[in-house]
């Protein structure tokens, strides 16, 4: 069993709807949490970063983290057309180890017209 | 003015081969990372240097060789290809161990 776990999807979705990525981790060390949106043939991007457990808003994208439960999510609302990419949670351990992020095996997401 | 570049983009080569994959940063960055991520997208660290030092070396066969002549670079070279080495690999660099991680575009590897 991987220490993040993650469905692959795909996810499809129209225009405009709200959609919700999730991940479960197994590692109770684990205290920072990452959204990564990687689009077809590029590199990860970082999209959202919280420490430990409660809510962060950034425009349209919100992350939640639940530590009790071990479950993180990524909301998106009025999801774009632009918005269809694979989307990887990643996670690590405090300061220290080297900044290891274990990542989840991604979420494919496609908005539709 | 490209943050994290990697050479080459497309790697095709033959089982048994040496190859290399370079990087550079020029964002200042201590520390870069070499990711392997295979064909469902899994996204897996191999190494981490911090100022030429190495810090993190996950289990990897050691056909795998990093070399970091100065902070702003992170070479990858590769012994005896085997075909279940074909992945995209992917650089990355961070300013500090907290920071974000900043990727590169990914060199794709196809071993025949």
């Known amino acids: 069993q991987k220490e993040v776990e993650q469905d692959p999807g795909p996810l499809s979705v129209p225009e405009g709807a709200i959609v919700s990525l999730n991940c479960t981790y197994s590692?109770?060390?684990?205290?920072?949490f990452m959204w990564y949106r990687q689009y077809s043939r590029k590199g990860p991007e970082l999209l959202m970063y919280?420490?430990?457990?409660g809510n962060k808003e950034d425009g349209r994208f919100t992350a939640q983290v639940d530590k009790s439960s071990k479950y993180i999510s990524l909301f998106i609302r009025d999801s774009q057309p632009s918005d269809s990419a694979t989307y990887l949670c990643?996670?690590?351990?405090?300061?220290?180890?080297?900044?290891?992020?274990?990542f989840g095996t991604g979420t494919q997401l496609k908005v539709e017209l | 003015d490209t943050a994290v570049s990697q050479t080459p983009k497309y790697l095709v080569t033959q089982m048994g081969n040496d190859k290399s994959i370079k990087c550079e940063q020029n964002?200042?960055?201590?520390?870069m990372y070499w990711y392997k991520q295979d064909s469902k997208k899994f996204l897996k660290i191999m190494f981490s240097?911090?100022?030429?030092?190495?810090?993190i070396n996950e289990t990897v066969p050691n056909r795998f060789s990093p070399k970091s002549p100065d902070k702003a670079h992170l070479n990858l070279h590769i012994n005896s290809l085997e075909l279940g080495d074909s992945a995209v690999y992917f650089c990355?660099?961070?300013?500090?161990?907290?920071?974000?991680?900043?990727f590169g575009p990914g060199t794709r590897l196809t071993v025949l």
């Open positions: 990355a660099s961070s300013g500090d161990p907290v920071n974000e991680q900043f």
């Open positions: 590692n109770s060390a684990f205290q920072y």
């Open positions: 919280t420490y430990s457990s």
């Open positions: 990643a996670m690590r351990k405090g300061t220290g180890g080297g900044n290891k992020l274990t």
């Open positions: 964002l200042g960055h201590d520390t």
């Open positions: 240097y911090n100022n030429k030092e190495l810090i």
